[in-house]
């Protein structure tokens, strides 16, 4: 009886002892790795590398090595929003703007790829040099309109390409709660922009929020999950058919160290 073809996406430091053990014991492996060079060593043992992701299909066992970083606990989280306090405390001593983030790096994240903290502090940096520097102003100023309109296109786009992959992992076919709780979280948001004065009767310390669409469509979707779904758990079955097994190969995920 011949051996399972195996497709390794991604090698890595756990990865990478693990396919030279399943080369070792006779299995037929194929490897996709981002850096190719590092990969190309397995192919003395017997790997065979492969330069697209679609060269794979054909494998009856796939294990995928994703980099997942390091996860962040409370104690992170915590310091972090102190963090951000404080950033928010010294601008208001310097009479400049508050420290706060926007969904736009997201985007911004999914363009350029860069996901380091450091790269914030490193351009932080270089703008405080820059305010130093009047002629830069100047400059800066200078930038055409649609120019920065231009880059503003593919971020925000990108902010809403990142929410709609998001959603493609919503179990839509099984569950047809999730597509009411999509449906109707989009609909509250899109009240201030169709009727922006729908909440001039209301008391006007709550128009902030009642006037922004994504606080509004946020807030509707975790309620209607929570009244739709609750915490129940989704049954095993509703992840696919019980027959996909015997026409797709088997996908197993791992991390890396």
């Known amino acids: 009886m011949s051996k399972e073809k195996i497709a390794w996406i991604g090698t890595g430091r756990m990865g990478y002892p693990m396919i030279e053990r399943l080369l070792k014991a006779g299995y037929d492996v194929a490897v996709w790795n981002r850096t190719r060079p590092k990969a190309e060593p397995l192919a003395k043992h017997g790997a065979t590398i492969r330069d697209n992701l679609l060269e794979l299909k054909d494998a009856d066992l796939v294990f995928s090595i994703v980099s997942t970083g390091k996860d962040l606990d409370q104690k992170q989280l915590a310091a972090g929003l102190r963090t951000d306090g404080l950033g928010t405390l010294i601008g208001g001593l310097l009479n400049t703007f508050p420290h706060t983030s926007f969904s736009q790096n997201v985007g911004l994240v999914a363009v350029t790829g860069v996901k380091s903290r450091w790269v914030c502090v490193a351009g932080g940096c270089i703008m405080i040099v820059l305010g130093m520097l009047p002629k830069m102003a100047a400059l800066v100023e200078a930038i055409p309109q649609f120019v920065l309109g231009g880059a503003g296109l ?60 994504i606080l509004l469509t946020a807030v509707a979707a975790v309620a209607l999950n929570l009244f739709f779904n609750g915490t129940r758990d989704i049954p095993a079955e509703s992840h696919g058919d019980a027959g996909a097994s015997s026409n797709h190969p088997t996908i197993v995920q791992g991390s890396k160290a």
Not at 168 to 181: H, M, P, Q
């Open 154 to 213: 593919v971020m925000f786009g990108m902010v809403a390409a990142a929410g709609i992959r998001i959603l493609t992992r919503v179990d839509f076919r099984n569950n047809r709660y999730n597509l009411y709780i999509v449906a109707l979280s989009i609909g509250f948001g899109l009240i201030p922009l169709v009727a922006p004065r729908w909440a001039q009767q209301m008391a006007h310390s709550l128009h902030p929020l009642l006037e922004s669409g």
